[in-house]
Each structure stands twice: as structure tokens, then as C-alpha cells.
């Protein structure tokens, strides 16, 4: 990734907020000139006062499709702020650990940190130390998630946030869970099959899962890979190409396949606007 990201990425963490799940109280400010640009678009009294079990806008009520699109991506992207600047903070710290395992001066204090993030990213250490085989894993799976692609699906998985699972269940990424009682049942969930759509207490909650989805789960090393191709080639990992390129890992996350990576690069592109744009992160 691109020194300049970074310090982009964190400085949008900042001005998100410092809570990791509080940022349903801590709204984003918002600066005076992209207030200007919405004046046009803001949303009625009426529009907001219908809120979900989260605390979210009702979505469904907002008839202008820009105005409902600028509201969902409005309403995700605190979130997503957060989660990628812990990223980059795990990033930078990882990448420590592998210099003075290079060096070989690791400390027990790096050992320490070694093990708790291996836990959170289920790459344990082994018996014997930190090694290359460890550090490569985890230098695949600590890294950014573009922020359009996280709203696209976001978008696509919750119907712009009008679902039964995002209004009910917190769910914008349609996560499941297997234990009885964790989430919504499916109405038309197949015959023999258990799973359920996870209940999330927050849409921050939502918003971690699915950044530990995609970063740990076995069905999303091509993304993994695409995005740690894309580092080692200096190449951005937050702009409209990246999500596009890392969007060709999901071909798992849906049962639709291509169909269902097709549609993503397609909402990419067309909504292009709210992410480029000079003004679209103010």
C-alpha cells in the first residue's frame, strides 16, 4: 500500500471517531463545504424520524434515489473508517515483527503481541516462535478492505439497507450463524440446512464481522492474495481499480458466483461518484 494511504486511512479514523462500537453516538463531522454540497439533498424530518433496531435512518422511506444512496453510504462509512484504521495500525506493527525477526532481535514483548493478534486473525503462532511460514500468513490476511467495495456489498446484501436482516438483525452483509437462536431463520432457507442470518447488536458489530469474514476465511484467499500482490507492487489498495481487482476473490461469498462479482464491479463503477468525487469523504 501507498505510504499516502495510510496516513489517509488513520486520519479518516480520526475524524470518524475513537470509539471502536461507539460511533453510534459519536456522529462524523461533517465540514462546512460538504454541508453546502448537500443542501439540496438533506433529508426531510419525516424521512429520518422512522428509525431500525440499530438506530438507522429509515432507508425505505427516502423516495430520491441519490438522497437514499448518499444516506446508506453515509450511514456505513464511520464504520468502515474504523475497522481499516485498526488495520493499519495491526499492519504496521506486524510489519515490525517482521523486521526484527529478519534482524533477529525479537522480544518477548513482540512474542506477546505475535500471539494475541495470531488469535484474532486465527493464524496461531507456533510452539516454537514466530516464523517466516506465520508472518507471510499474516502479512496475506492484516491488511485494508476498500472502502467502495464495502459499501457495494453492504448495499447489494441488504437492499440499501431495506432488509428484514439489516431493519431486524443489524446484518448489512448477510452473515450467517449455526447455532440456534444466534439470528433470523431465512424464509426460504433450504431444506436440511440450519444456519441463520447473525444477529448483530450494532451495525459496528456488522461492519467487524465482515472485515473478519473476508480477512480470515479460507473461501477468500484469492482476494487475500490479489491485495497482497497489489502491496508488494506498491499499488493502491483503496481506489476504484483495487476494488474491482480485490472483488474477484468474492466469487465464494455468494452462490451466484461471477454473476454475483459482476454485479459488485458494476455498482463500483456506476455509483463511482460517491467515492471520487473531491468531496465524497469530507
Partial sequence: MRKSEFIAIAAAGVIAGCSFYGYEQTQPRVSETRV?????NRLSDSQVAGKSVGGAPDFSAIKD????????????????????????????????????????????????????????YKVEVPANGITDEWLDLMLHRVDVIPESLVLVQ???????????????????????CYSKGCGL?????????????????SVQQSIHGYFMNVNR???????????YQRHLAGQSLTDTEAAIAL???????????????????SMIRHNVQFWESPLANQ
Avoid at 485498526?86 to 523486521?99: F, H
Avoid at 476465511?217 to 491485495?227: C, F, K, V
Fill in 65 to 120: 434515489t441519490k438522497q437514499k444512496k448518499q444516506a446508506f453510504f453515509d450511514y456505513l462509512r464511520p464504520g468502515i473508517a474504523l475497522e481499516n484504521q485498526r488495520i493499519v495500525k495491526e499492519r504496521v506493527r506486524l510489519e515490525q515483527l517482521k523486521e526484527r525477526f529478519d534482524n533477529q532481535t525479537i522480544e518477548s514483548s513482540d512474542q506477546s503481541y505475535a500471539i494475541k493478534l495470531g488469535k484474532l
Fill in 247 to 265: 472483488s474477484n476473490g468474492l466469487l465464494k461469498y455468494s452462490e451466484r458466483g461471477e454473476a454475483y462479482v459482476n454485479d459488485l464491479q
Fill in 154 to 176: 453492504g448495499a447489494n446484501e441488504s437492499a440499501w439497507g431495506t432488509s428484514r436482516f439489516a431493519t431486524q438483525a443489524n446484518n448489512y452483509f448477510g452473515q450467517w
Fill in 185 to 201: 431463520v431465512p424464509l426460504q432457507r433450504g431444506e436440511g440446512m440450519s444456519h441463520e442470518v447473525a444477529k448483530f447488536s
Fill in 217 to 227: 476465511n479460507r473461501a477468500y484467499e484469492e482476494l487475500r492474495e490479489i491485495r
Fill in 36 to 40: 453546502e454540497e448537500r443542501k439540496q
